[in-house]
């Protein structure tokens, strides 16, 4: 297993790499594999790409995101010219059904509520969200009105479709569904496995919430 100093190091390494964010403005502590993020950023496009550099490092568990977002005059936009643009944003997606979603735009902060049909519809609403310029952070309050499908049935459809993408092959994966919520456990071996694995849970027909409890194992 790594040590927190050698985690620290690849993980400031591997922010310098990413060419998204500037890493000499953020702070970096480890403390059992847990990475905490600080400092400010001036984008929330860019905080969420400090996250996901700091989850690809090899033996990072969890990522603590405390970084702000600090927008520079020239990306300051106001509540009244934000909304549309988070409404364009939404519409120009194929894979989101805008007609029923609300937005709420203050101060940049993003709210999203109403009603999609399967759980990966509210994870492409929210992504079609942060990458807009101006936006200081997104809260997807989206519910999943998804059929209803047993439990059972919803639960072989997510192991089928993880076998078949090969997301099991190094580690289990106990999938348990209770009324359209599906809880994954198990160990996976990286941080994209484990997003693979969500990812494919949440296209199962009938699924509503996804609850990830899934393992890294950083012992190979």
């Given amino acids: 297993m790594k040590s927190d100093v050698q985690i620290h190091h690849d993980v400031m390494a591997e922010l310098a790499w990413d060419t998204r964010v500037d890493a000499t403005d953020l702070g970096i502590e480890v403390e059992r594999g847990v990475v905490t993020l600080t400092g400010s950023v001036s984008s929330y496009a860019k905080k969420r790409a400090a996250q996901d550099a700091a989850h690809r490092v090899a033996g990072v ?11 520079p005059s020239t990306m300051t936009q106001t509540d009244a010219e934000l909304a549309p643009a988070v409404r364009r944003a ?9 007609e029923k979603i609300r937005c709420t735009v203050s101060d940049g902060l993003v709210t999203l509520e109403g009603s999609v049909d399967v759980w990966q519809q509210r994870e492409e609403a929210e992504t079609a969200v942060w990458r807009l310029a101006g936006i200081r952070g997104v809260t997807n309050n989206l519910l999943v009105i998804a059929p209803k499908a047993e439990a059972r049935e919803i639960r072989d459809l997510v192991e089928h479709a993880l076998v078949r993408r090969a997301e099991r092959e190094a580690h289990r994966i106990t999938v348990e569904a209770d009324g359209g919520v ?28 996804v609850i990830d409890k899934l393992l890294l194992d950083t012992t190979d």
Avoid at 61 to 71: E, K, Q, Y
């Fill in 182 to 209: 599906v809880t994954l456990s198990g160990r996976v071996g990286s941080w994209h496995e484990k997003q693979a694995i969500v990812g494919t849970a949440g296209h199962a027909p009938g699924t509503h919430m």
């Fill in 61 to 71: 568990l969890d990522v603590a995101n405390d970084l702000t977002v600090r927008l």
């Fill in 90 to 98: 939404l519409s120009w997606d194929a894979l989101v059904p805008d």
